[in-house]
């Protein structure tokens, strides 16, 4: 009976220990490259990405298109959770990763049109305003789509990889963002309110 426990005993904490193994690989392998060489398919040139000692990358390129592109690339490769958790706020559609907890949530930034508006803002952009929301998505989607990337390990548990962006997508982010600073939005809304109804 002492042999058959200890036998658990050993193949439990082999397995516990291969798990832990296998979770600090993953976490490895998903890190930002902040050396190397890399070959991105939506560069028309070589561009030079230098990480200083805070880890902040400076990006020198030789169009601006590339360095948009450059730009979109690395700041997914840094950020993919919170970019894609933040839009999926944004749009309204958190609920489809993290469940029905999140559907007061979506149908209130729904009501919102955050969303809607960023494709209001899109159709009314001058050409090299959209080139340059373009630019930076290709970069952010040759990031998701890179065969031998393996994406942070939270999107083991939020199901899968992030849709592709667009610019509605980057100004919709954006747009979220800029909401999320004016932190006394709902006091002025109800000031707003009170005035109207008096």
């Given at each position: 009976?002492?042999?058959?426990?200890?036998?658990?005993?050993?193949?439990?904490?082999?397995?516990?220990?291969?798990?832990?193994?296998?979770?600090?690989?993953?976490?490895?392998?998903?890190?930002?490259?902040?050396?190397?060489?890399?070959?991105i398919?939506?560069?028309?040139?070589?561009?030079?990405?230098?990480?200083d000692?805070a880890?902040?990358?400076?990006?020198?390129?030789?169009?601006?298109?590339?360095?948009?592109?450059?730009?979109?690339?690395?700041?997914?490769?840094?950020?993919?959770?919170?970019?894609?958790?933040?839009?999926?706020?944004?749009?309204?559609?958190?609920?489809?990763?993290?469940?029905?907890?999140?559907?007061?949530?979506?149908?209130?930034?729904?009501?919102?049109?955050?969303?809607?508006?960023?494709?209001?803002?899109?159709?009314?952009?001058?050409?090299?305003?959209?080139?340059?929301?373009?630019?930076?998505?290709?970069?952010?989607?040759?990031?998701?789509?890179?065969?031998?990337?393996?994406?942070?390990?939270?999107?083991?548990?939020?199901?899968?990889?992030?849709?592709?962006?667009?610019?509605?997508?980057?100004?919709?982010?954006?747009?979220?963002?800029?909401?999320?600073?004016?932190?006394?939005?709902?006091?002025?809304?109800?000031?707003?309110?009170?005035?109207?109804?008096?």
């Amino acid at each position: 009976m002492r042999k058959i426990a200890k036998a658990l005993g050993i193949g439990a904490s082999s397995l516990l220990a291969g798990a832990a193994a296998y979770f600090v690989a993953r976490l490895r392998l998903s890190m930002p490259r902040m050396s190397g060489e890399l070959r991105i398919p939506c560069l028309d040139e070589e561009v030079e990405v230098i990480y200083d000692k805070a880890g902040i990358p400076h990006i020198t390129a030789k169009s601006n298109a590339d360095g948009f592109r450059a730009l979109g690339y690395v700041m997914a490769q840094d950020r993919m959770v919170q970019m894609d958790v933040m839009l999926r706020v944004a749009k309204g559609t958190l609920s489809e990763i993290v469940g029905s907890m999140a559907l007061e949530m979506d149908r209130f930034m729904r009501t919102i049109g955050l969303h809607g508006t960023a494709k209001q803002f899109e159709a009314r952009l001058d050409r090299e305003s959209k080139d340059t929301l373009e630019a930076f998505c290709e970069g952010v989607n040759d990031y998701l789509a890179r065969p031998g990337v393996r994406l942070p390990f939270e999107f083991v548990l939020l199901k899968g990889r992030p849709a592709p962006w667009g610019p509605a997508d980057y100004l919709t982010y954006g747009l979220f963002v800029t909401w999320l600073l004016d932190a006394f939005w709902p006091h002025k809304l109800m000031r707003s309110e009170e005035h109207t109804s008096e």
